[in-house]
């Protein structure tokens, strides 16, 4: 059963545009969300994360929203840069639960010049 | 500057072979973990260990085994090599519960001939 659902796996923008990447999760216990970025041939990186207790959180050109009731979150990256390209992941975890991080399948973000 | 270093960025095995991955923190991290990146697929966790010479299995396990007898070291061990194994292997460290500083090696692309 997948917990933690990203059903875009790839989306294309133009650079300078709003790139908005989606995230369902199902398990309710999950009160904590990252999203992590990952170039080809390397390990992904950390890049942003919200704690449920909050509906948004921003840093720089990247912002998360969290939307609870919906069980659902979504990063947005304003504006757009070709140098965003990469392939980005959902993932949510149980604080004082697991010590595993749940991760989405993935989002391929392409930007185009 | 954090880091997790893998032994090997690229291996080519025979099906059959025993096969060890190594993975090393140089932060102190009580958490190691072990996950396999396949297209479609996503980040999925295969073991990790909360400390030396614990492990815990993750959603994927059958087929490897893992090894943890110093805390800078986790390793990955698949006792018979099989074609569908061939993968990204990613390691990655955290201490505990700090879940938006979970660091990632370059990961090893294995091939299974």
């Known amino acids: 059963d997948q917990q933690v659902k990203q059903n875009s796996p790839s989306l294309s923008v133009q650079e300078g545009r709003i790139s908005i990447l989606n995230c369902d999760y199902t398990?309710?216990?999950?009160?904590?969300f990252l999203w992590y970025k990952k170039y080809p041939a390397e390990g992904p990186t950390f890049l942003i994360s919200?704690?449920?207790?909050?509906d948004k959180n921003e840093d720089g050109r990247f912002t998360v929203f969290l939307n609870k009731s919906a069980k659902h979150l979504s990063l947005h990256i304003v504006p757009s840069q070709p140098g965003d390209s990469a392939v980005y992941f959902c993932?949510?975890?149980?604080?004082?639960?697991?010590?595993?991080?749940?991760f989405g399948k993935g989002t391929k973000l392409t930007v185009n010049p | 500057d954090v880091k997790v270093t893998q032994s090997s960025r690229y291996l080519v095995k025979r099906t059959g072979e025993k096969v060890f991955l190594e993975c090393v923190q140089d932060?102190?991290?009580?958490?190691m973990f072990w996950y396999r990146q396949d297209p479609g697929l996503g980040l999925r966790l295969i073991y990790f260990?909360?400390?030396?010479?614990?492990?815990e299995k993750g959603d994927i396990p059958e087929g490897y085994s893992v090894s943890r007898e110093k805390k800078e070291r986790f390793s990955l061990i698949l006792e018979s090599a099989s074609t569908n194994q061939t993968s990204m292997y990613l390691c990655?460290?955290?201490?505990?519960?700090?879940?938006?500083?979970?660091?990632f090696g370059p990961g090893t692309r294995l091939t299974v001939t």
């Open positions: 990655a460290s955290r201490q505990e519960m700090k879940w938006n500083e979970q660091y």
């Open positions: 398990n309710s216990m999950f009160d904590y």
């Open positions: 919200i704690s449920s207790i909050k």
């Open positions: 993932a949510g975890v149980t604080q004082g639960g697991s010590e595993k991080l749940v």
């Open positions: 932060m102190d991290h009580e958490n």
């Open positions: 260990s909360y400390d030396v010479k614990m492990k």
